[in-house]
């Protein structure tokens, strides 16, 4: 009853209809609403993680927030580019997904930039867990991999897409 005139914005609704998996799906969830543990969450939410504040992937960024790591900094960049995905200047993220989609055109518009995006999460968490710098060519090998992964739950209209 609360909740019944709120409306959430059409980025969620395409999440939970792509045919990627739960996790990357709940991990979409989590960036899209900025619930993901970036240091500036960790600090907003009180954790004792010292002073360094910085993107992980880049020395250019001293805040280290989902917008900056997904969708600003250097090394994320170039990612967006590789795939020819590029949201222009947005007052949210959300808007910045809904443009991409829009600019790009193309099928699986969710499933991708959730990859893209998870692949982008993976290279900052090796980097900071395992002190495994990060590069674009292990960010494209992970991501071809989930993307062959992604072959067997799409349907044969889009296999060769894929």
């Known amino acids: 009853f ?6 959430a914005h059409r980025a969620y609704r395409w999440i939970w209809k792509s045919k990627a998996t739960m ?3 709940v991990f979409g969830w989590l ?26 992937l880049c020395t250019n960024c001293n805040n280290e927030t989902v917008e900056h ?15 020819q ?20 055109n193309k099928p699986l518009f969710m499933e991708i930039f959730m990859l893209v995006a998870w692949s982008i999460w993976k290279e900052r968490n090796n980097k900071h867990f395992r002190g495994v710098l990060p590069s ?6 992970r991501l071809k991999e989930d993307l062959f992964l992604l072959t067997y739950r799409v349907g044969d209209k889009h296999k060769p897409f894929l």
């Open 2 to 7: 609360y909740f019944k005139d709120i409306h």
């Open 23 to 25: 996790k990357i799906k």
């Open 31 to 56: 960036l899209l609403s900025d619930r993901l543990n970036t240091w500036d969450m960790l600090k907003r939410r009180h954790y004792n993680i010292g002073n360094d504040f910085g993107c992980l």
């Open 69 to 83: 790591l997904f969708l600003e900094c250097t090394f994320s960049i170039e990612c967006w580019d590789k795939l």
């Open 85 to 104: 995905i590029m949201g222009h200047a947005a007052p949210t993220h959300l808007d910045w997904v809904e443009q991409a989609k829009i600019s790009w």
């Open 136 to 141: 674009q060519a292990s960010w494209l090998a």
